[in-house]
C-alpha cells in the first residue's frame, strides 16, 4: 500500500478483554515495528520483525504481549487481560531492511 | 545498544525565529532520522541522514557520525512546526530497532 495503515484508530475495551491491534506495512518492507506512547511520553519499544529472522521482543512489558508477523507482512499486536496502565498509543512502522522507518497513524487504545 | 539523548527538551519560540535541535548518540550509528509528531500523534518522516547534511525547506539537518551527533535547523519557524521532535537510529548488535530520544517539545508563538 501507499503508507503503513493501522486498525482501528481508536479503541475503547473493558478491563480483562482481550485486544488484537492490527498493522499493514508498506508493501515489500521486510522489516516492521511496534512502539508504544503514553501520554505525553516518549516511543517505547515493543517488538521487532526483520524479514525471517526471530523476533525481537525485548521491549514487550509482560507475558499478556505478544505479536505476530504472518506471510512476512500483516502483522498483529495481541493484548491479553488489558490492564488500565495498557492505555497508550500503539504505533507501527515498516522499512526497508536497515534504512528509513515509516510510521502509521497509530491506534489510540483505552482500557476503561 | 545505544542511548539517545535529546536537547533542549522544551523550547518556545516566537514565530519568525530560528532554533537548533541536538541529537546526541553514545555511539557510532549508520542510520539516522527526524520526526516530527504533530499535535494529532502523527510522525511525519523530516530526515534520514546518516551523514552530512540535507535541506527541505526550512529545515535542515547534519549529521557528524563521527562524532555522534546530529542537529535539525529550524529556520524562519511558524506556528505549525509546532509539536515533538524526535530523533532516532538503530540499537545495533544483532537487532537494527529504532532506539528514540526522549524529543524535544516545540512551541511557536504567534
Known amino acids: 500500500g501507499a503508507g503503513v495503515s493501522q486498525s482501528p484508530s481508536n479503541k475503547v475495551t473493558e478491563k480483562g478483554k482481550d485486544v488484537e491491534l492490527r498493522c499493514d506495512p508498506i508493501?515489500?518492507?521486510?522489516?516492521l515495528y511496534w512502539y508504544r506512547q503514553s501520554l505525553g511520553q516518549g516511543l517505547e519499544f515493543l517488538i521487532y520483525?526483520?524479514?525471517?529472522?526471530?523476533?525481537?521482543k525485548s521491549g514487550l512489558p509482560s507475558d499478556r504481549f505478544s505479536a505476530e508477523r504472518t506471510g512476512g507482512s500483516v502483522s498483529t499486536l495481541t493484548i491479553q487481560r488489558t490492564q488500565q496502565e495498557d492505555s497508550a498509543v500503539y504505533l507501527c512502522a515498516s522499512s526497508l531492511s536497515k534504512v528509513e522507518a515509516f510510521f502509521g497513524q497509530g491506534t489510540r487504545l483505552t482500557v476503561v | 545498544g545505544i542511548q539517545v539523548e535529546q536537547s533542549p527538551p522544551d523550547l518556545i519560540l516566537q514565530e519568525g525565529a530560528n532554533s537548533t535541535l541536538r541529537c546526541n548518540f553514545s555511539?557510532?550509528?549508520?542510520?539516522l532520522q527526524w520526526f516530527h509528531q504533530n499535535p494529532w500523534g502523527q510522525l511525519i518522516n523530516l530526515f534520514y541522514i546518516p551523514s552530512g547534511t540535507k535541506q527541505n525547506g526550512r529545515l535542515s539537518a547534519t549529521t557528524v557520525a563521527t562524532e555522534r551527533y546530529s542537529l535539525l535547523y529550524i529556520s524562519s519557524s511558524q506556528t505549525t512546526d509546532s509539536g515533538v521532535y524526535f530523533c532516532?537510529?538503530?540499537?545495533?548488535?544483532?537487532?537494527?530497532?529504532?532506539?528514540f530520544g526522549t524529543g524535544t517539545l516545540l512551541a511557536v508563538q504567534p
Open positions: 508493501s515489500g518492507h521486510t522489516a
Open positions: 555511539d557510532s550509528v549508520n542510520n
Open positions: 520483525f526483520q524479514g525471517n529472522s526471530a523476533p525481537d
Open positions: 532516532a537510529g538503530p540499537y545495533g548488535g544483532a537487532t537494527n530497532k529504532l532506539i
